[in-house]
């Protein structure tokens, strides 16, 4: 059955004005399609969203992804909604051969605000199952992976069903190491009810193509993390920027171990090497208190 009450119920959703102060702008939107247009690169059939490895040619920095307003456009952060439960696993894939529903891979790159991929990008994924039903007693269609040197992702996934109130979309947690957490939604182009779900996004969408008997998607996200040149390198082993104890950065663990951080013990939930920015009160995916 789906879940009772839809995401639109919730309050603080995020607003912003329809218009830059002081009078018409261009807006990062027509830049990206004229960007398109010169480079003769097309929208997938049904509509999408230019990517942001196909318009950081020009070397200019990218509007970031959270808290951009660029005139016609709201902000592109969104409410977690009442269905995000932490500890997700560590895994790409969300489905198994038997999952029902239509099959749908999502691919796509983490960049900075000057368009340079960002590697080991934590993102945590979660969505309704194809009936429109979030797992609340388990981790069904819900997964955390990490971008790879290039800064690239894939998830395999399904198409999410409906319910009351939404359209279709899927949720993530993006989270650069040592920057803040985006939270935000994917949509689906071409969906009747992207006209009427109050959270919807033009500018989430992403680019999907049917390709045989499911979809294929691809989205790029943008941070708002600087990669200003003269900005000093981040290090992965330097040491934590509070008051550690046992963790350190640079370290190999795996599940199980124990580690004191701030004063507070944790437990490993999912084997990885540690990175600046990752300390153990900043990744509930990786660490549990006790």
């Excluded at 200019?60 to 269905?83: K, S």
């Excluded at 033009?202 to 691809?218: D, F, H, I, T």
């Excluded at 082993?237 to 509070?242: K, L, V, Y």
Aim: aromatic letters at 8%; proline letters at 11%; a negative charge.
């Amino acid at each position: 059955m789906p879940p009772a009450s839809p995401e639109s119920s919730e309050s603080n959703e995020p607003t912003a004005s329809a218009e830059a102060a002081g009078g018409p702008a261009i807006s990062r939107k027509s830049l990206l399609k004229a960007a398109l247009v010169a480079t003769a690169v097309p929208l997938f059939a049904g509509g999408g969203v230019a990517l942001a490895r196909d318009t950081g040619a020009s070397g200019a920095p990218l509007a970031p992804t959270p808290d951009c307003d660029d005139g016609d456009e709201p902000t592109h952060d969104q409410i977690e909604g009442p269905y995000f439960k932490p500890n997700s696993p560590l895994r790409t894939s969300l489905v198994t051969s038997s999952t029902p529903g239509v099959p749908l891979t999502v691919s796509g790159y983490v960049f900075g605000r000057e368009c340079r991929p960002i590697s080991g990008v934590l993102l945590d994924f979660w969505q309704a199952d194809t009936n429109g039903a979030y797992d609340m007693s388990g981790y069904g269609f819900r997964g955390h992976q990490f971008t790879d040197q290039n800064g690239a992702f894939t998830l395999t996934t399904i198409v999410p069903g409906l319910y009351p109130g939404r359209t279709r979309h899927i949720h993530v947690k993006a989270q650069a190491p040592g920057s803040g957490i985006l939270t935000t939604q994917l949509y689906f182009p071409g969906e009747p009810r992207n006209n009427t779900d109050m959270l919807y996004d033009a500018a989430l969408l992403m680019n999907v193509r049917a390709v045989g008997s499911g979809k294929e998607g691809s989205f790029d996200f943008v941070l708002d993390v600087s990669q200003n040149p003269t900005d000093p390198p981040t290090d992965p082993t330097d040491p934590p920027t509070e008051p550690g104890g046992t963790w350190r950065a640079g370290t190999s663990y795996t599940a199980g171990n124990r580690v004191t951080y701030g004063g507070v013990a944790y437990r490993c939930l999912q084997a990885h090497t540690a990175l600046t920015g990752w300390e153990p009160p900043n990744v509930p995916a990786l660490w549990e208190r006790g």
